[in-house]
């Protein structure tokens, strides 16, 4: 898992094309009137989810994701969320891998994962090594807008 802000990513991140494409995707901001739903970049290679939702307060477990196909770039361009974090090798899934839609699911008690931030212009990378519980609220709940760039593995 790589948080950062885009400034500062180029040194952070050994480059590929995909990231390339990715990252100049995120600089050009072209995306910022598009309506929710997927904007392609580079086919199945890299696409962004553009969302909106409303963060949810913690309770003792949270829900974690992971993927096998596609690294998770998220970025948060309006509110403040927090993120769960933890390796995938401490979760078993509770809802086993959809190969069709890349996830999977699993629940683990929030005091045993990372609490990670993310507000205006921070991002985060999940690698498939990195399951993430999302929408949690840090703080009151708030309506969050974000953009999920998702890069082939």
Not at 14 to 37: D, I, Y
Not at 101 to 109: A, E, G, L, R, V
Request: aromatic share 8%.
């Amino acid at each position: 898992m790589i948080v950062t802000d885009l400034d500062n990513l180029n040194q952070q991140l050994a480059m590929n094309p995909k990231f390339e494409r990715a990252l100049e995707f995120l600089r050009r901001e072209g995306w910022r009137g598009h309506p929710e739903g997927t904007i392609e970049i580079d086919g199945k290679n890299v696409y962004a989810l553009l969302h909106a939702h409303v963060t949810q307060v913690p309770q003792g477990t949270v829900p974690f994701e992971g993927h096998r196909k596609y690294i998770d770039i998220q970025c948060v361009i309006e509110g403040k969320e927090t993120i769960y974090w933890m390796p995938t090798q401490h979760l078993t899934p509770t809802i086993p891998y959809d190969d069709a839609k890349d996830i999977w699911f699993s629940h683990t008690p929030r005091n045993d994962a990372t609490k990670v931030v993310l507000s205006l212009g921070i991002l985060a990378i999940f690698f498939p090594e990195d399951a993430h519980a999302t929408r949690q609220t840090a703080g009151q709940p708030v309506h969050v807008r974000k953009i999920i760039v998702k890069v082939a593995v």
